[in-house]
């Protein structure tokens, strides 16, 4: 399914909500700066006939810096604000899981939380992660890894009932190869096809089930309760 144009704003709100979000306080304070000292700027009050398109290009710019210096910050710390809340509710979606707080807390995620689940986990192993969006109905590559300098490619399949086959696997494959990604992970809440778990032995792809995912949450919880332990010791 085509993706719909978006605007210069969502653009923004996007790209900062994708950042960490102390990244737009930053970026707000920055283009507050920048464009209010600019708006600031006096005009030349006679300017000659050889410059008037000049002038006309200037008054321009510095109606964009006076209003930009209130829009753009608060574009960027709306996203920081987003980026904030989507981290607290990656967090608390791995506690839930790691805690087993509710039953078949895995199956009863919808696809995107189940998107931001796995995402989280990846973080807590030391990867970068991007979140391209491509979830959903049509599948896709889902979320984008990098680690020590190497490219890895997810998807997620929040199935419930079905059993991820073979041919997953294979699209997957075929899209390592032509990133050239160094790896790939499957990701899903149900469990895979004996098919899809012999094809995928020797192709650099990982297949991870719902009580595979569950374990890689425990652990990424245990080592992180370890390093804040370990923090506490050295600090006190």
């Known amino acids: 399914m085509a993706r719909r144009k978006s605007s210069i704003v969502e653009d923004l709100l996007e790209i900062t ?60 710390l709306t996203g920081a604000a987003a980026s904030f809340l989507k981290r607290r509710k990656r967090r608390n979606l791995i506690d839930t899981v790691g805690s087993g707080k509710t039953d078949d807390a895995l199956r009863n995620l919808t696809w995107r939380d189940f998107e931001l689940l796995v995402g989280e986990a990846f973080r807590m192993r030391g990867f970068s992660v991007t979140e391209t969006g491509g979830g959903g109905a049509d599948g896709g590559i889902d979320l984008i890894l990098k ?12 199935w419930r009932t079905y059993k991820v086959s073979v041919n997953v696997v294979r699209e997957l494959l075929g899209v390592m190869a032509a990133k050239g990604a160094a790896g790939g992970f499957i990701v899903t809440s149900g469990v895979f096809t004996a098919e899809a778990q012999s094809f995928a032995r020797g192709q650099n792809i990982e297949l991870i089930d719902c009580k595979a995912l569950a374990a890689m949450i425990d652990q990424a919880l245990a080592n992180d309760s370890a390093d804040d332990s370990t923090s506490g010791k050295r600090v006190s």
Do not use: D, T
Request: with cysteine; glycine share 12%; charged share 10%.
């Open 17 to 76: 909500a994708a950042l960490p979000w102390w990244m737009g306080v930053v970026l707000a304070i920055i283009a507050y700066g920048v464009l209010h000292q600019y708006a600031s700027l006096g005009m030349p009050i006679n300017a000659a006939s050889g410059h008037r398109g000049y002038m006309v290009g200037e008054q321009m710019a510095r109606a964009f810096a006076y209003y930009g210096q209130y829009i753009l910050p608060l574009l960027f």
């Open 147 to 158: 680690k020590e300098g190497k490219i890895f490619l997810v998807q997620c399949k929040q």
